[in-house]
């Protein structure tokens, strides 16, 4: 079992920025690829962020540049830093533990404002 808990989702207006961080426990395994995603209303969970265990890291388009996923394997953490904020940002993001098996954790909101 894994056990995944976001923080850091808040308010913020547009332009600004946030750094959200997954604490992960339980049998975790550092060679796990981590994954950040999110959710908005009315719409399906998109993949933000991945990262390897090596650090290698893949965006899409849309957070390309203004996101930046990155993970310290001693702590068990991955990180989001999130500039340039866009009220299309806001969303739950959800931090993934690729397995298999792969575990969510609970979510955390972001709004951002126009």
């Known amino acids: 079992q894994v056990q995944l808990v976001e923080s850091g989702g808040g308010w913020v207006q547009a332009g600004g920025s946030l750094r959200l961080s997954c604490a992960a426990s339980?049998?975790?395994?550092?060679?796990?690829?981590m994954a950040w995603y999110r959710q908005a209303p009315g719409k399906e969970r998109e993949l933000v962020a991945t990262?390897?265990?090596?650090?290698?890291?893949t965006y899409p388009d849309s957070v390309k540049g203004r996101f930046t996923i990155s993970r310290d394997n001693a702590k068990g953490t991955v990180y989001l830093q999130m500039n340039t904020l866009k009220p299309e940002d806001t969303a739950v993001y959800y931090c993934?533990?690729?397995?298999?098996?792969?575990?969510w954790g609970q979510g955390t909101q972001v709004t951002v404002s126009s």
């Open positions: 993934r533990y690729i397995g298999p098996p792969s575990y």
């Open positions: 990262i390897s265990s090596g650090g290698t890291t």
């Open positions: 339980g049998s975790i395994l550092s060679f796990n690829f």
